[in-house]
């Protein structure tokens, strides 16, 4: 029965956010309606206990990172250097590559540190202008955008300084390059069966007839000078954020060391922070704002004269986005403590072979708290002592776990309640109608490249 229980809860929340609800509204009614039937007393505490203190927790970690996000994609569009973009790689790559640009740009992005919903933010103003000027339908963008942002370069290649790839080491003692050539073969997976089915689907839209749509929702502004900025200048402001983020991620722990202490007059006792709790939050945060800095500095009498009206919008943007996602970790946090919970991790032990164990229990728990990186942090807490001496007991390299670990987090979490696909969809100004399909393919390629890792390590060797 508590499994039902978790199970209707995770239904229902997909079913609202599906039919357009809100999810900052749905998600503590799904995880409450849980409570509700599990324990009725606890309904309260478990409210102000564990649903607001996860999501206040997230919102007081990663709100900046919303807000800076939405600015730099707003002078991006205000600048006019998303247009630039658009025109030079309509120039040098073609149109009908619109799919392959968009997911190269994210890719890149994502793989040089910045978060993907960063990555959002500042892809999705050149990307509206590609696809609008390719005469793509809109309604494909977020498919695209997903396939290069929480794909391969979150989890599959090896180095890549995202979380889901950065957790596992903890666990396993192993490195971000762990099984590189598993990480490039599954990523090459990806890739093709994902861009494939991209140019699939925009073939049969544009054979239809259907061009970009009308009356769309959250289209960015075109730049209103006669000219536009050179590329390369347009592309300056994406190569700082990453190689800032870079540089930054390593040189703070040399600034602040392991832990700093705050001491000020009007405090009862020093503020202690550890820094590598922070080190990736503060060093994307700083690297936005060098990015706006630079947008600004280069840009400055184009975005002057908008730049009241569209930081208002893109804070509203950024409000929005950061809520949902919060609402959804509060629910994941509710959801993870119910019995039921501990049924299905329980239930995943039994699973015999070690990999297909490993990569089973992460994707299902990923799936059910809607979050990757919270899915896996369960999963690895309760199990990794399993993983582990199943591996060895198998003579599998820890390596290769970790490789499959990772990717499985990035397998079924992008269920219709995730944050990062509920974002997408606010950010771009569509529904789970009407792009959700696309980018639930990309949830089954990303499950199916975990599939394929693991039968060409046992049929190969390979890792």
Known sequence: MSFLIVLAALAFLM?????????????????????????????APVFSGIFMEKMVGFVKLYFPVFLLGAVFGKVIELSGFSESIVAAA??????SRANAVIVAVCALLTYGGVSLFVVVFAVYPFAAELYRQSNIPKRLMPGAIALGAFSFTMDSLPGTPQIQNII???????????????????????????????EWRRRA??????????????????????????????????????????VFTRMIPQWYGSSYSVSLPGLAKPVETQIATV???????????????????????????????GSKSAIGGALLAAMNTASEYGFGGVIAALPGF?????????????????????????GITGSASGGMSIALAAMS????????????????????????????????????????LAVTGLTHRESYRDIFAVTVIKTLAVLFVITVYYVTGLA
């Open 168 to 198: 596992p080491t903890t666990f396993f003692k192993t490195t971000t390059w762990a099984a590189p050539v598993l990480g490039l073969l599954g990523s090459l997976f990806i890739i093709g069966v994902g861009l494939g089915y991209l």
């Open 205 to 246: 839209a544009m054979a239809r007839g259907e061009g970009y749509g009308a009356a769309l929702r959250n289209e960015p502004e075109r730049s209103q000078t006669g000219h536009l900025p050179h590329p390369a200048l347009a592309l300056l402001p994406l190569v700082v954020v990453g190689v800032a983020n870079f």
């Open 342 to 366: 501990l049924v299905v991790s329980d239930a995943l032990k039994s699973i015999a072979n070690p990999l297909v164990n490993a990569a089973v229990s992460v994707s299902t728990l990923a």
């Open 385 to 424: 002592d399993t993983f582990i001496h199943g591996a060895q007991a198998a003579g599998i390299p820890l390596e290769v776990l970790h490789r499959v670990v990772s990717m499985a987090s990035g397998g079924m979490d992008t269920l219709p309640h995730n944050g990062a696909v509920i974002t997408l």
């Open 279 to 309: 080190t990736a939050i503060w060093a994307v945060e700083a690297a936005l704002l060098l990015g706006i800095v630079v947008v600004v500095a280069t840009a400055f009498g184009a975005v002057r004269e908008r730049f009241a009206e």
């Open 90 to 95: 309509i120039r040098y790559i073609g149109r």
């Open 15 to 43: 079913f609202a956010a599906y039919r357009g609800y809100s999810v900052i509204l749905f998600a503590p009614v799904a995880a409450l309606g849980a409570v509700l039937l599990t324990e009725p007393a606890a309904v």
